[in-house]
């Protein structure tokens, strides 16, 4: 078989929603799949915004490619945005597989497979979503739903410190604690200083 100079990479993709998440296992997994890159981020998959290494990689990668991913859920998390990608990735010659999952677009059955595991990754994202809404409607029958985290008016406590009135009464005003008005008040003196 005669070589023809260019060789086909295979490059990996890790991906974890928070900060706070370690990607050590997915690295070296795909390390050890044969990638000789591995990009990585802390970003939610639940769209393609703020995604900036996949954006990359994705416009870096060429014909004979390979994209590696431990799981899909790492690529996308809606069906409509994992099918996006594989279109992109087949209309440049470029095969997706993953470690942990017998996903491999360039054979039939791994194209089969990945088609299956969108259509119920996507039914499992929906479950929840509809878990979650029940659990809030019955929190708030209950009474006890608070909501998102409030929103403390910072220039609102500052006007009201520049009135005069004291960190008690101004959280009472407010409905917020009187140690998170003296927080405030902290960090304004650190702004002023």
Not at 61 to 69: K, N, P, Q, S
Not at 119 to 145: D, L
Request: glycine share 10%; aromatic share 4%; with cysteine.
């Amino acid at each position: 078989m005669q070589q023809t100079g260019v060789t086909m990479a295979v490059y990996g993709y890790a991906r974890v929603s928070t900060g706070e998440q370690d990607l050590t296992i997915q690295r070296d997994a795909l390390l050890k799949a044969g990638c000789s890159v591995v990009r990585e981020e802390k970003q939610s998959g639940a769209s393609m915004d703020g995604r900036n290494e996949l954006k990359m990689l994705l416009e870096f990668l060429r014909a004979g490619d390979t994209l590696m991913v431990t799981k899909t859920d790492r690529l996308a998390r809606s069906i409509k945005d994992l099918q996006d990608i594989v279109h992109d990735l087949k209309a440049k010659g470029v095969a997706l597989k993953a470690t942990d999952q017998p996903i491999d677009t360039s054979t039939a059955a791994g194209k089969c497979f990945l088609d299956m595991l969108g259509v119920f990754a996507e039914f499992e994202n929906n479950i929840r979503r509809e878990r979650q809404m029940q659990g809030i409607a019955k929190a708030k029958a209950a009474g006890v739903y608070k909501g998102g985290k409030k929103q403390i008016d910072r220039k609102q406590v500052a006007r009201m410190l520049e009135e005069g009135l004291s960190p008690t009464e101004i959280g009472r005003r407010l409905d917020i604690s009187r140690v998170t008005v003296y927080r405030i008040w902290d960090e304004l003196g650190a702004e002023e200083g």
